[in-house]
């Protein structure tokens, strides 16, 4: 199926050229048979395929003097196309690992220039949910994935992906954790998502790392490996499903907020030195009055959440601002921020 998916278009013309010759001459070798030499149909068949593939007359041969003039031309015949049949798939068998050999330096090449991306171990459910909200966004992403048959149902949309073990120190630096900006860790195993957490720490000390804790237990653990934020589906999924069940006008907000239907958009905007928000009370700044854009809330550099500031609120320099509006207003405020 691999070599097949990437062969050109002549190339497989000519394969399909040639296996249909192949089966017209048969066909023709038997019915040919079948005239000179009166044999059954199958036994027509079982001597014309013997001609063609060269196998040779050791139980059935034709007799008459026209069966043997026949041979012999279908001889001829049919071992050209076979040898062509033949040349064309050793062509594109050689071809195809070509262009996977240079396809897979190519994608190396171009992990290796990704700088401040995301790395995402594990392609299961989760996984593929994270890379297709890296997709929607276009952010540059790797995933790191050791079921082929996983990666094939992504391989189309384009991400960089690294087949193998996620726990693999070599497969991480391959995959560009020195660099990264951030790291999900998805696999299916606690101990497995501990191990990626502890190596990804240690490789970097500075990458944002959100790991998957299948069981509720595993979530302290993460956290002391490394883990910057431990997510635990079956948690939330339940809390998701109280809220819906007691608050459902709130869940079908949340909800709308998720998939965006609303076109509202939850964004955390961090503030630097040059940025023209430092120093400045919230009143005096456009957030509000011109973006219409509501602070949920402010986390100070020491790590202090201050949740729905008022308007006298100082925005200091490493403050992260976490904001609710609509994306249009979110994509100018970080256009302003990031001036």
Known sequence: MVIFSTLTQITRRRLAFAALIIVLIIVAGAIGFRQSEHFTVLDSLYIATQTVTTVGYGDLAPKTVEGRIFAIILMLMGVGTVLYALTVLAQAVIQSEIVEAFDKRRKLK?????????????????????????????LPHV?????????????????????GDATSEENLLAAGVTRARGLASCLADDAANVYVVLTARGLNENLHIVARAVEEQAETTLIRAGASRVVAPTIIGSQSMARALLRPAIADF???????????????????????????????TNLLSELSLIVVAIRRKNGELTFHPNGDSLIEEGDLLIVIGKAESVKSLIHTNDQ
Not at 110 to 136: P, Q, S, T, Y
Not at 260 to 283: G, W
């Open 110 to 138: 171009e992990m290796e220039k990704l700088n401040g991306h995301f790395i995402v171990c594990g392609a299961g459910r989760v996984g593929r949910r994270i890379i297709k909200d890296l997709m929607r966004q276009n």
């Open 143 to 163: 995933v790191i994935e050791r079921d082929e048959r996983r990666i094939a149902s992504i391989e189309r949309a384009g991400p960089h992906f690294i087949i």
């Open 254 to 284: 949340m909800d709308s907020i998720v998939a965006e239907t609303l076109d509202l958009v939850f964004e955390e905007v961090a503030i630097d030195d040059n940025s023209p928000y430092v120093d400045k009370r919230l009143r005096e």
